[in-house]
Nanobody, 126 residues
């Protein structure tokens, strides 16, 4: 059962923007104290790291392919994680997954993830 719920995916033209959101499925799940991340998976490919926000100081890191275009952030008052995606490219098309961990400082690999969302589809057209 997914502990996280993503929203905000959709169809957008290349160069456009989308903002993804991720909230816990239950109030007992406190995402503000966890390392959180976004991963994505294109058809026939592995699930790849996109961006992470650290558990302690909210530092952020990005995959080279999205750095400068995507921004990960969280709103602690709303217990919500975001991914602002600007200047979208066709190869950004994938299912985007929210991920969390209470045991890692940051999330860079799928093996470090404790909690997943069900994913939200992002499709970028030419």
């Amino acid at each position: 059962q997914a502990q996280l719920v993503e929203s905000g995916g959709g169809l957008v033209k290349a160069g456009g923007s989308l903002r993804l959101s991720c909230v816990p499925s239950t109030r007992a799940f406190n995402a503000t104290t966890m390392a959180m991340a976004w991963f994505r998976q294109a058809p026939g490919k592995d699930r790849d790291f996109v961006a992470t926000i650290w558990r302690i100081n909210d530092a952020t890191h990005y995959a080279p392919s999205v750095k400068g275009r995507f921004t990960i952030s969280r709103d602690n008052a709303r217990n919500t994680l975001y991914l602002q995606m600007n200047d979208l490219h066709e190869d950004d098309t994938a299912v985007y997954f929210c991920a969390g961990s209470s045991r890692s400082l940051a999330l860079f690999t799928v093996t470090a993830v404790d909690f997943w969302g069900q994913g939200t589809q992002v499709t970028v057209s030419s």
